[in-house]
């Protein structure tokens, strides 16, 4: 965190190439999640890509929606995320409602994101009489 603190994007690049591959797992560590969740608010925007497209992969979003850490990632990376992305991150999610409202830690971001995103409450709205 603290070289993220930095604010020195060469040294935030290195970082994020010796993260990248374990992403998934380090994101579901208790430690490690808030290493990752900073990486997300620190970053410049072409490095959050390379975190939104290992994030935003299907398997890695169900695994990680309701796990303990890991949701925080997801959460911290949709709030991080432009209008376009949040947009897809969401209608990712919406299949998976069901499933995330029966989890607790899926609860949790289910709260989160149907009170602070409209678009995510309109999308469950809509999955429900569709």
Not at 15 to 35: A, G, Q, R, W
Not at 109 to 118: D, E, G, S
């Amino acid at each position: 965190q603290y070289i993220l603190s930095m604010n020195n994007d060469l040294y935030s690049f290195r970082l994020i190439m010796v993260l990248l591959p374990s992403l998934p797992s380090l994101s579901k560590s208790k430690y490690s999640s808030t290493v990752i969740e900073r990486c997300f608010e620190k970053c410049n925007e072409s490095l959050r890509v390379l975190l939104y497209d290992i994030i935003m992969k299907k398997n890695v979003m169900n695994e990680l929606i309701c796990d303990r850490f890991g949701n925080y990632v997801i959460q911290k990376a949709i709030d991080t995320a432009d209008e376009e992305r949040q947009r897809r991150m969401i209608a990712m999610i919406i299949p998976m409602v069901e499933m995330i409202r029966r989890e607790p830690f899926g609860r949790q971001l289910y709260v989160k994101l149907y009170n602070k995103y409209m678009l995510f409450a309109d999308m469950t709205k809509r999955a429900k009489y569709v």
